[in-house]
């Protein structure tokens, strides 16, 4: 048998984050910005059909402290996948706008990051001729609920002869679809409804659009980033009342922060009084409404950022480096990065004790730092 630690390979994850609103509100200039990417990004509705993808490095300190302290080759972060989807009209999901088109792109996603309009601005065109953020989140939300009830009535239909067979299995899970149809046909996302052990799965295997995490980000000017203004505050309050997160931006200025060099970059954010790029939060919070971690392996030759879902197992967690890690998996050995920080080194964490052996049953936290044992 042979034991091997370390990390060479990276299987995707397969997740991702769908940049949604309505038409010219700034997903291309934010998507651009975020992926330096030259994703058209003109002044007219509809400038983007088919959907734009990008892999964003997600922002972590903790990556470069680890590199730097191990002297490393190379440091190679975590991503996340996010996916610029054409705006979405009133009457979507009857097919308006290429509706059925765009909707699908949204199905394919893990959740969404909705893009508002949150400054007044003569010269750029707004597709209801007026800002009014809540008006343009309840345009995308009807339509996406109204995507879903289809999905429900279809549901239903399919249930139908094994209800007409008097199947209790069909019975309790059409109760089940009859209490979220109530609940989607008040205005409410499949996302707030109460559920548990048994209606869990049956409103997942739904895949509805209004099931997935939303956070909203708010497009607004210089200003409105360090000051807020009414539009941006409206947002907050209706993400308050859903348990959603809020991130303001100025897609404008990112993109211009995007283009610079390190040292220029530094310089521009301090001008505009600003600890980090708007997008660095916008990426972090992505990463975490998707139901992502990082855990970490360090030495001389390559330190990484791998990513996980929350509530990995540690053999899961060698799987994402290759299938034969988990396969074979023997043992995890893990520190806590918290602990190495504080203490300053490896050694320091295994004099004090908290260098522990982990096996199969340990549940990955974010921020571990990782050496996995396996036998091919």
Same mark, same amino acid.
Request: a negative charge.
């Given at each position: 048998?042979?034991e091997v630690c370390f990390a060479v390979f990276l299987l995707s994850?397969?997740?991702?984050?769908?940049?949604?609103?309505?038409?010219?509100?700034?997903?291309?200039?934010?998507?651009?910005?975020?992926?330096?990417?030259?994703?058209? $990004?003109?002044?007219?509705?509809?400038?983007?059909?088919?959907?734009?993808?990008?892999?964003?490095?997600?922002?972590?300190?903790?990556?470069?402290?680890?590199?730097?302290? *191990?002297?490393?080759?190379?440091?190679?972060?975590?991503?996340?996948?996010?996916?610029?989807?054409?705006?979405?009209?009133?009457?979507?999901?009857?097919?308006?706008?290429?509706?059925n088109q765009f909707l699908g792109n949204i199905r394919a996603c893990?959740?969404?990051?909705?893009?508002?309009?949150?400054?007044?601005?003569?010269?750029?065109?707004?597709?209801?001729?007026?800002?009014?953020?809540?008006?343009?989140?309840?345009?995308?939300?009807?339509?996406?609920?109204?995507?879903?009830?289809?999905?429900?009535?279809?549901?239903?239909?399919?249930?139908?002869?094994?209800?007409?067979?008097?199947?209790?299995?069909?019975?309790?899970?059409?109760?089940?679809?009859?209490?979220?149809?109530?609940?989607?046909?008040?205005?409410?996302?499949?996302?707030?409804?109460?559920?548990?052990?048994?209606?869990?799965?049956?409103?997942?295997?739904?895949?509805?659009?209004?099931?997935?995490?939303?956070?909203?980000?708010?497009?607004?000017?210089?200003?409105? &980033?360090?000051?807020?203004?009414?539009?941006?505050?409206?947002?907050?309050?209706?993400?308050?009342?859903?348990?959603?997160? &809020?991130?303001?931006?100025?897609?404008?200025?990112?993109?211009?922060?995007?283009?610079?060099?390190?040292?220029?970059r530094a310089l521009f954010l301090a001008d505009l009084d600003m600890?980090?790029?708007?997008?660095?939060?916008?990426?972090?919070?992505?990463?975490?409404?998707?139901?992502?971690?990082? *855990?970490?392996?360090?030495?001389?030759?390559?330190?990484? $950022?791998?990513?996980?879902?929350?509530?990995?197992?540690?053999?899961?967690?060698?799987?994402?480096?290759?299938?034969?890690?988990?396969?074979?998996?023997?043992?995890?050995?893990?520190?806590?990065?918290?602990?190495?920080?504080?203490?300053?080194?490896?050694?320091? &964490?295994?004099?004090?004790?908290?260098?522990?052996?982990?096996?199969?049953? *340990?549940?990955?936290?974010?921020?571990?730092?990782?050496?996995?044992?396996?036998?091919?």
């Amino acid at each position: 048998m042979k034991e091997v630690c370390f990390a060479v390979f990276l299987l995707s994850m397969g997740i991702a984050c769908g940049i949604v609103g309505l038409p010219n509100v700034g997903k291309s200039t934010l998507f651009n910005a975020l992926t330096s990417n030259e994703a058209d $990004a003109s002044n007219y509705p509809f400038c983007t059909i088919d959907p734009n993808i990008g892999m964003v490095n997600v922002p972590d300190p903790r990556l470069r402290n680890l590199a730097q302290k *191990y002297k490393t080759d190379r440091e190679v972060p975590a991503t996340v996948e996010f996916v610029d989807i054409a705006g979405l009209v009133k009457g979507a999901s009857q097919g308006e706008g290429l509706g059925n088109q765009f909707l699908g792109n949204i199905r394919a996603c893990d959740a969404i990051a909705h893009v508002v309009r949150c400054f007044a601005d003569e010269n750029v065109v707004h597709v209801h001729g007026d800002v009014n953020p809540i008006h343009d989140i309840e345009i995308i939300e009807t339509e996406l609920l109204l995507k879903d009830l289809e999905s429900v009535d279809k549901k239903v239909e399919t249930l139908g002869k094994k209800l007409r067979a008097n199947d209790k299995d069909a019975k309790e899970e059409a109760a089940i679809i009859e209490q979220l149809k109530v609940h989607l046909d008040d205005g409410k996302p499949a996302r707030t409804f109460d559920r548990d052990d048994k209606s869990g799965p049956v409103i997942k295997s739904l895949q509805l659009l209004t099931d997935k995490p939303v956070m909203y980000i708010a497009n607004t000017n210089e200003d409105g &980033v360090k000051n807020g203004n009414q539009y941006v505050d409206a947002v907050k309050k209706r993400a308050a009342d859903e348990g959603a997160i &809020v991130v303001s931006i100025c897609a404008k200025i990112e993109s211009e922060i995007a283009l610079l060099d390190e040292d220029d970059r530094a310089l521009f954010l301090a001008d505009l009084d600003m600890g980090e790029p708007g997008l660095d939060r916008v990426i972090r919070e992505a990463y975490k409404i998707l139901g992502l971690i990082t *855990y970490f392996t360090a030495g001389v030759k390559e330190t990484r $950022a791998w990513t996980v879902r929350k509530n990995s197992t540690a053999p899961q967690a060698a799987g994402v480096i290759h299938t034969d890690f988990e396969k074979g998996f023997i043992r995890a050995e893990v520190m806590l990065y918290a602990d190495w920080e504080r203490l300053g080194s490896e050694q320091a &964490v295994k004099d004090a004790g908290l260098y522990k052996i982990q096996g199969k049953e *340990y549940i990955v936290e974010d921020g571990d730092v990782m050496y996995f044992r396996f036998n091919v």
